[in-house]
């Protein structure tokens, strides 16, 4: 409604009026019908709108009512569990649209269908969740606040319940989005917090994780499966471990057998590795259809042996992103059609990490194998990706490489970067269809204690890339024990370490072509076996020092 000025007052719309004084001569200014007629109108609507009772002449408080109606009320419940009773002030008359207030649940619901009274109005109302269904025993909780409308029926939750967070299972109830204290939520089997990892993941994303926090979800004994992609991606995903039953002895390089780089040998090395490794772990999460984990933000993984049903095409088992650094501890990755562990991120390894069985799901490239190619690796770090490891690490009859380092780094030396360490922490790369390590694109391997044995192709593969350590060993390869392209590679024996050892590789020990370096300080079987020469240069200005 707009201003109505004056009548006699029309090439003024903001004009004031004025009172008539006839003993001054003055005249009074003239009144429209719009400035009594539109106000009383508005005024009605108002009343009229919320329902409240018919506009009267004998009530001058219905416009103030009206609008304290309007304004959304807090109310307190009285009543007993199921059957909510408050009082709204102004208090209506009957049940009426529109009507919305805050109430305080005095009771825990008992039932799944809790009826509400108001004060002033005959008759109950069912409350119901916002989309119609019924609520869950227990979805209006004692002490919180819960904001219902009525849609001209029943009274609708509008405001977040219990069981919004737990239709596959969840923990009790509660409207906290803080989790300010180290909890652990159960997974999978009978009587567990949820149903699967999907709803557990799906839960806490929900909650802020205070610094006094944390979040295990732990995984029973047995096997669980997953058919979805599971996103492991909470800006707290630092203090959130994911964590199978207790492995009593880790798998080592040992437990791994190798008879064979080819099928049908390599799968039934494959196999024998899957069922070493299901003797070994007490929990085993199976991926199907084509499915893998991906994770970012400093999620912890361990005592898990993860497996896939060998579905799909370039899979990754685990794919680890950047962000916090993930940490892996005792961490079994078998069977997927990509990398078993592809990281771009930080990594550390803190308890023994092995990666088997990942399988070629397409044919390698007609040139030479590792071009483009990660199908079937046991491990790959690129986009910048690094790897710290201070615990055994193991690549094993994996199709392809055992490890690819691409435009990334995998250290061997622990959490001092720089320092030799004795005895330093393992690497074994051995019974791959392919190559034991791959680096390339300025990747680094650095590092003291790293076999290379027994590879479908060549130990290692350094291409545009780099290898610095003590005590490697490159030993009864099918091709050469170490070929370099346009890199450099030193290798040193030192305090606790073997000197480097080269034997019974098919090709030679080691080739270096077009101006690589390498050092192979006191390495056994070289003389005789490299190209070029020992101490000499060729292969268009490549050296080997012995």
């Known amino acids: 409604m707009k201003y109505n000025q004056p009548y006699d007052q029309p090439s003024n719309p903001n004009a004031s009026y004025t009172n008539g004084n006839p003993s001054a001569g003055i005249q009074g200014s003239i009144v429209p019908a719009e400035a009594v007629e539109y106000p009383q109108r508005e005024i009605v609507r108002a009343i009229t709108d919320v329902n409240l009772a018919a506009p009267t002449n004998g009530d001058l408080t219905q416009l103030s009512a009206a609008v304290r109606f309007m304004r959304m009320q807090y109310v307190i419940d009285t009543g007993p569990a199921d059957s909510l009773q408050v009082t709204l002030n102004p208090a209506p008359t009957a049940w009426a649209t529109p009507l919305s207030f805050f109430v305080l649940i005095k009771n825990t619901t008992l039932t799944a269908a809790p009826v509400i009274t108001i004060a002033g109005i005959t008759g109950a109302k069912a409350i119901i969740r916002r989309d119609g269904s019924s609520l869950a025993i227990g979805d209006l909780v004692g002490g919180a606040i819960a904001l219902l409308t009525y849609d001209g029926t029943n009274c609708r939750v509008i405001s977040i319940v219990p069981s919004d967070y737990t239709s596959g299972g969840g923990p009790p109830p509660t409207f906290n989005i803080w989790i300010d204290a180290p909890t652990t939520f159960t997974v999978y089997g009978t009587g567990a917090n949820f149903a699967d990892l ?36 909470h800006a707290n995903g630092d203090k959130v471990t994911l964590q199978g039953q207790p492995v009593s002895t880790p798998p080592t390089a040992a437990d791994f057998t190798v008879t064979a780089v080819t099928n049908p040998g390599l799968a039934t090395d494959q196999a ?167 680096c390339s694109g300025g990747g680094n391997f650095t590092g003291q204690q790293a076999v290379f044995n027994n590879n479908g192709e060549r130990g290692v593969l350094v291409d545009t890339g780099s290898v610095y350590g003590q005590g490697f060993t490159f030993n009864g390869n099918i091709s050469y024990g170490l070929w370099a392209t346009e890199s450099d590679v030193q290798i040193q024996p030192g305090s606790g370490h073997p000197v480097p050892s ?22 056994t079987g070289i003389v005789g076996t490299c190209s070029p020469p020992a101490n000499t240069t060729g292969n268009s200005l490549s050296t080997i020092f012995v």
């Open 198 to 233: 999907p709803t557990a993941l799906e839960y806490i994303s929900k909650y802020i994780i205070t610094t006094n926090g944390s979040v295990i979800l732990q995984l029973p004994a047995g096997q669980a499966t997953c058919a979805v992609n599971l996103a492991f991606d």
């Open 272 to 438: 024998n590795a899957l069922a070493m490794l299901r003797m070994k772990f007490p929990t085993e999460l199976r991926m199907t259809g084509g499915t893998g984990i991906t994770t970012g933000n400093g999620f912890t993984f361990k005592n898990l042996l993860i497996t896939s049903d060998g579905a799909g095409s370039f899979v990754a088992g685990m794919l680890l992103k950047g962000g916090p650094t993930t940490t892996l501890s005792n961490i079994s990755v078998h069977g997927f059609s990509g990398p078993g562990i592809l990281t771009r991120g930080n990594v550390v390894i803190s308890g023994n990490v092995t990666a088997s069985g990942n399988y070629l799901s397409l044919p390698p490239p007609a040139a030479s194998w590792p071009v483009g190619q990660n199908a079937g690796a046991g491990f790959e770090v690129t986009d910048g990706g690094h790897v710290v490891n201070n615990a055994e690490v193991v690549a094993a009859s994996n199709d392809c490489c055992g490890v690819i380092v691409r435009n990334g780094s995998f250290r061997l030396y622990g959490m001092l970067p720089g320092s030799w360490e004795t005895p330093g922490y393992p690497l074994t790369c051995k019974g791959n269809g392919h190559i034991g390590l791959y």
């Open 502 to 523: 080269f034997s019974g590789n098919g090709g030679g020990s080691i080739m270096a072509q077009l101006s690589a370096n390498v050092v192979a300080s006191g390495g």
